[in-house]
């Protein structure tokens, strides 16, 4: 069984910055890739950042530059240091991990956390 919290989230005005935090269980599965997902009221959810199982990272257009995603193993951790936040980066945001099973690949979310960048 696998867990994911994130916290973090909050009210910020544009310009500033907020990093997010995943908590994750122990997982014993074979990780396929890991990484942050977004979605506003009325929009599709989209891919914030990824960090893949080579190690390499993957980011949204339009976060390239702005947001770092890391991860902490021995902690079982996982963040998002979001920079230069704009109106436009309001959602709530989802902690994913991404993993092979048996059967396939799944995927694991967490509860979300919300993000609202306003002045």
């Known amino acids: 069984q696998v867990q994911l919290v994130e916290s973090g989230g909050g009210l910020v005005r544009p310009g500033e910055s907020l990093t997010l935090t995943c908590a994750t269980s122990v997982i014993t599965y074979s990780i396929n890739a890991m990484g942050w997902f977004r979605q506003a009221p009325g929009k599709e959810r989209e891919l914030v950042a990824a960090i893949i199982s080579d190690g390499s990272t993957n980011y949204g257009h339009s976060v390239k530059d702005r947001f770092t995603i890391s991860r902490d193993i021995a902690k079982n951790l996982m963040y998002l240091e979001m920079n230069s936040l704009k109106p436009d980066d309001t959602a709530v945001y989802y902690c994913?991990?991404?993993?092979?099973?048996?059967?396939?690949?799944?995927?694991?979310w967490g509860q979300g956390t919300q993000v609202t960048v306003s002045s």
């Open positions: 994913n991990v991404n993993v092979w099973r048996s059967g396939g690949l799944v995927d694991y």
